[in-house]
């Protein structure tokens, strides 16, 4: 008799469990069936891709975010760099414009942005971040920062100018994680 109930309970869980269904409500109250673990692309994976309309927006939001900065943001995407940029950081992101990546040699973005040269876009990228949170201001007291691809950038002021790598900061967005510095140029590095 244990048995009987025993079986009968564990039909009428796998039952009861495979009769709901994964869904959502919209406003209007509509329900909306939504896609199961499974079924997301294993690209998209990782606190990059988590959403939270609570925190501050971290850099890569920042990025996302701007009409600026569409050709940084499909390099990160095309590095895979998504998740290093949504840690807790604090990060300091150089984040070059569109302008900026348009004024380097013809064809070097589309070369660069090629699946067989994802590494090499990947260092470059990296170059662009440094651990911390300084502002443009504390920055002016420093003569290199050292960048995530384990090269050091130079600090150069100018007047109220200051540069980094030879690129101008000429904005700066404070970020959940640190700080976005737009900058006016690509920074190369050295090798």
């Known amino acids: 008799m244990k048995t009987i109930i025993k079986l009968f309970f564990v039909s009428a869980a796998v039952l009861l469990f495979s009769a709901c269904k ?5 406003e209007t109250g509509a329900s909306v069936e939504s896609s199961t673990p499974s079924e997301v692309s294993s690209s998209n994976q990782g606190q990059a891709f988590i959403e ?3 925190s501050a927006p971290n850099v890569l939001q920042i990025a996302i975010g701007s009409p600026d900065h569409t050709t940084l943001v499909a390099a990160v995407q095309a590095a895979g ?3 290093s940029l949504v840690n807790a950081g604090p990060l300091m992101v150089f984040a070059p ?4 990546f348009n004024a380097l040699p013809a064809g070097t973005v589309e070369d660069l942005l090629k699946p067989e040269n994802k590494e090499k876009l990947a260092s470059i990228l990296k170059h662009h971040v440094t651990p911390g ?10 003569k290199k920062v050292g960048q995530a691809d384990g090269n050091d950038a130079k600090v150069e002021v100018v007047g109220d100018d200051v540069f980094v790598g030879g690129a101008k900061i000429v904005a700066s967005v404070d970020a959940g994680n640190g700080i976005v510095h737009v900058v006016d140029k690509v920074i190369v590095p050295a090798n």
């Open 81 to 83: 760099l998504e998740n």
């Open 22 to 26: 994964n869904e959502k409500t919209t």
């Open 52 to 54: 939270d309309d609570e």
């Open 133 to 142: 949170n300084y502002s443009k201001e504390f920055l002016k007291k420093f």
């Open 97 to 100: 414009t569109d302008e900026a």
